[in-house]
């Protein structure tokens, strides 16, 4: 059974910084894998797709980077802002049999002025 | 802007109710899902609706009744829930499913509360 997990549950940071964020996989049989944020109260939006044949995905200030075989992505942000605050999930999309996302708990970030 | 219009935004509802909640796309998306999430978890797959055809049940019990009028719709009929069945319910869509995988894009969700 897939199981994701993200380090750290909760991360605070001043403005500026560069960050990243972890995700990690025990079945390293994906399809792809996604990055989503989520503000308080709202949906989640989509920030990233990795296909499994792919090593990384860049978008604006945003790196993510996949490593298949060590079951491991990382979401790189470069110059963070406030407007960055949010709980950043990560998601495998697996091979084990049903086309579905399985999520790991999230990352919550604080970006201070 | 969500362009996965769910309506309504909240709803409080009694446990003898009937109601019903309504998701919508206009992307050209043959992939929809509903989605449940908790406080302070992570959303849970309740069904995949592709070519609007119900793809997938994750033994959902049968007071949530999920329809798929056409591509651009999606319900969630609801009945006889428990107090446990409150929480955010998420609906989304994508190009497509499968193993080349397409983002997922999700409404603002319904906040349901069983009273």
């Known amino acids: 059974k897939q199981e994701v997990t993200q380090i750290p549950a909760a991360l605070s940071v001043p403005e500026g910084e560069n960050l990243v964020l972890n995700c990690s996989f025990t079945d390293s049989a994906i399809y792809n894998l996604q990055w989503f944020r989520q503000d308080p109260g709202k949906g989640l939006t989509s920030l990233l797709l990795?296909?499994?044949?792919?090593r990384e995905q860049t978008s604006g200030r945003l790196n993510a980077s996949l490593d298949k075989s060590s079951g491991r992505s990382t979401l790189y942000i470069a110059a963070s802002q406030p407007g960055d605050s949010a709980t950043y999930l990560c998601a495998v999309n697996s091979q084990g049999g049903s086309e579905k996302l399985v999520f790991g708990k999230g990352t919550k970030l604080t970006v201070n002025p | 802007d969500t362009e996965v219009t769910q309506t309504p935004k909240h709803l409080v509802m009694g446990m003898t109710n009937k109601k019903s909640l309504k998701c919508e796309q206009h992307?050209?998306?043959?992939?929809m899902y509903w989605y449940k999430q908790k406080a302070k978890k992570p959303p849970e797959l309740m069904f995949v609706?592709?070519?609007?055809?119900?793809?997938i049940n994750e033994s959902v019990p049968s007071r949530f009744s999920p329809e798929c009028p056409n591509s651009s719709l999606l319900n969630l009929h609801l009945h006889a829930l428990q107090p446990e069945d409150s929480a955010l319910y998420l609906c989304a869509s994508s190009y497509w499913t499968g193993r080349v995988g397409s983002p997922l894009h999700f409404g603002n969700g319904t906040r349901l509360t069983v009273t």
């Open positions: 609706y592709s070519y609007e055809k119900l793809s």
């Open positions: 990795i296909q499994s044949s792919q």
């Open positions: 992307m050209g998306h043959r992939a």
